[in-house]
């Protein structure tokens, strides 16, 4: 089964980037599209921004502009960059396949203002 492991995240100031990479497990990588999942504390896990395997690029509406998904199909690993950081950013990050399997232990992105 696909395993993944979030990495990349850490304490940063409203305005500022990170960019987070997930590393995926298996040999179906390039047949599978691919998400970024945020949860902030009390809340729901929401999708934050999709790829497909054709590259094409989805986005939440309070992400877009902002974030850009991205996937390298050789080193097996998606990535997030975030720009603009906003302290409403701040939650768990998770990458996942489509339709999701087993989640990984994600990375915690905190904002700060």
């Known amino acids: 089964q696909v395993q993944f492991v979030e990495s990349g995240g850490g304490l940063v100031q409203a305005g500022g980037s990170l960019r987070l990479s997930c590393a995926a497990s298996?040999?179906?990588?390039?047949?599978?599209?691919f998400g970024w999942y945020r949860q902030a504390p009390g809340q729901q896990r929401e999708s934050v921004a999709s790829?497909?395997?054709?590259?094409?690029?989805y986005y939440a509406g309070s992400v877009k502009g902002r974030f850009t998904i991205s996937r390298d199909n050789v080193q097996n690993t998606v990535y997030l960059q975030m720009n603009s950081l906003k302290p409403e950013d701040t939650a768990v990050y998770y990458c996942n396949s489509i339709p999701t399997v087993s989640w990984g232990q994600g990375t915690q992105v905190t904002v700060s203002l």
């Open positions: 298996g040999n179906t990588f390039s047949r599978t599209p």
């Open positions: 790829i497909t395997t054709g590259g094409s690029t």
